[in-house]
């Protein structure tokens, strides 16, 4: 398996390359972007600005291990608002037009939400309709998917939606293509199951994985800790993903950053990962 590392884990300000070039210094294969409404990989993004951004990556001998992106929280696929739903279609379409561009084989899609208890004045969707509404956006998708050669990776989140295995593997299942799967995140289960059991249901569907902590005791937000500080038990976790015959990357997510040397968390997590993977002569 790879090291990866999200680029929201670095300081807002940072641009691309400087977020390129300390996750390269500081030991990973690669970095996951993100899609954003403007700037370096805004909505509007061109061939320039994929081929500066891939410059980037090759001068520093750098992959890029994902593309995700956090305009779902504004526009979600099972919003009353048809308009929001069609914004969260029409963002999925660009995910996989520059996946397919930087030669990404999976993107981070968040199909919609039940509620979002971390975003103040949350709308509150009934399960079924959501459920509904999701499973119709992401079919119509999939030819698009199909298309580009990049699949729709489902993440876990804290969405109060698809919170089981089997649910998610249901989900998954009923669109009939190989070009819809997961995007498991471990940490963020822990807070109401085992992560090392969703990956051995979810198996083969797994496209890539996100890592972080999560202590129980602290809960809520305040739970998510730096790897090895919190309550997942990351040896089962790495035996399950070989028992499944994963070997893509395992792309930490750290938020937020350290207040003060914030660098320092890039290096940390590059060590961390290189104990769990068993690459560290500790």
């Not at 929201?8 to 940072?14: A, Q, R, T």
């Not at 210094?25 to 061109?46: H, P, Y």
């Not at 602290?218 to 790897?227: E, K, P, Q």
């Amino acid at each position: 398996m790879k090291k990866g590392i999200n680029i929201w884990s670095f300081k807002k300000e940072s641009t691309t390359a400087s977020c390129i070039e300390l996750a390269s210094r500081a030991g990973f294969d690669g970095i996951e972007l993100s899609l954003n409404t403007e700037g370096e990989l805004g909505l509007q993004a061109s061939d320039k600005d994929i081929y500066c951004i891939q410059s980037q990556l090759d001068a520093a001998g750098m992959e890029i291990a994902g593309l995700a992106t956090g305009l779902y929280w504004n526009y979600s696929m099972t919003c009353a608002e048809p308009s929001k739903r069609q914004k969260a279609i029409d963002i999925c379409k660009k995910q996989l037009e520059l996946a397919s561009a930087f030669g990404v084989d999976a993107i981070l899609v968040i199909p919609g939400a039940v509620h979002v208890s971390f975003i103040a004045g949350s709308e509150v969707v009934p399960y079924d309709i959501a459920y509904e509404r999701a499973a119709e956006a992401i079919a119509e998708l999939v030819p698009y998917a199909a298309s580009a050669g990049v699949s729709i990776a489902i993440e876990n989140v804290w969405n109060d939606f698809l919170l089981s295995p089997l649910e998610l593997r249901q989900f998954i299942d009923e669109q009939g293509s190989d070009y819809v799967g997961s995007y498991f995140d471990v940490g963020n289960v822990v807070s109401h199951g085992f992560p090392e059991q969703w990956i051995s249901i979810l198996g083969s569907r797994i496209k890539k994985v996100h890592v972080k902590d999560y202590r129980r005791k602290a809960g809520g937000l305040h739970g998510f800790v730096d790897l090895l500080a919190g309550d997942v038990n990351y040896p089962a976790v790495v035996q399950a993903l070989r028992d499944i015959g994963y070997d893509g990357y395992l792309t930490a997510e750290m938020l937020p950053s350290y207040t003060h040397h914030t660098e320092q968390l890039i290096y940390n997590t590059s060590a961390a990962l290189d104990v769990i993977l068993g690459r560290s002569q500790q």
